[in-house]
């Protein structure tokens, strides 16, 4: 099977797998980034951006959009590992009560936004962190563009309101 490389940049057919060896040499610096920056630890955005590429390997030749759909995976799975890691914080808390008070939490920009319906937390995400174009997100999302912008704009007040009241 061959494809036509012209999102590559070059007019000559090439290999389903010298398609998806550019495509990832392309884009694995900048998913890398998008996951250090949803996850703040190298180790894991190594390995949720390793995941992802893996995830699109499989079905690459379905895939449209293939730099939309690895940055939804890469959000997908940086989610559950929040999920994760917030439910190992509940156990490690029910396990090993403090009786000190602990200073309270200061919530950062991505637990502010973690927070969000996914409505408005999965555009922010791959708008915002993930540096994909509009057009690109409501590809993604199946949803139209100009809903998209409106998400945005709304999940922006929403997001100014939340920080605005945690300072």
């Known amino acids: 099977m061959t494809v036509q490389a012209a999102d590559l940049g070059v007019g000559v057919s090439v290999s389903r797998d010298e398609a998806l060896r550019a495509f990832c040499e392309a884009e694995y610096a900048g998913l890398l980034r998008y996951c250090r920056r949803l996850c703040d630890d190298d180790q894991t955005a190594r390995d949720l951006a390793q995941e992802a590429f ?6 690459w030749v379905q895939v449209r959009e293939p730099r939309a759909y690895l940055y939804l995976v890469a959000t997908n799975l940086a989610r559950r590992s929040w999920r994760r890691r917030r439910s190992e914080r509940v156990a490690l808390t029910v396990a090993f009560p403090r ?9 950062g920009i991505r637990d502010v936004v973690d927070g969000l319906p996914r409505k408005w ?7 915002y962190y993930g540096d994909l174009p509009v057009s690109e997100v ?5 949803e139209p563009e100009g809903t998209v912008k409106r998400r945005l704009a709304e999940a922006r007040s929403l997001l100014a309101k939340q920080l605005g009241d945690a300072s």
């Open 54 to 59: 893996v995830r699109l390997f499989g079905r």
């Open 99 to 107: 009786d000190e008070p602990v200073a309270a939490h200061e919530p």
């Open 121 to 127: 937390r999965d555009p922010v995400l791959l708008h």
């Open 138 to 142: 409501a590809h993604q999302l199946g």
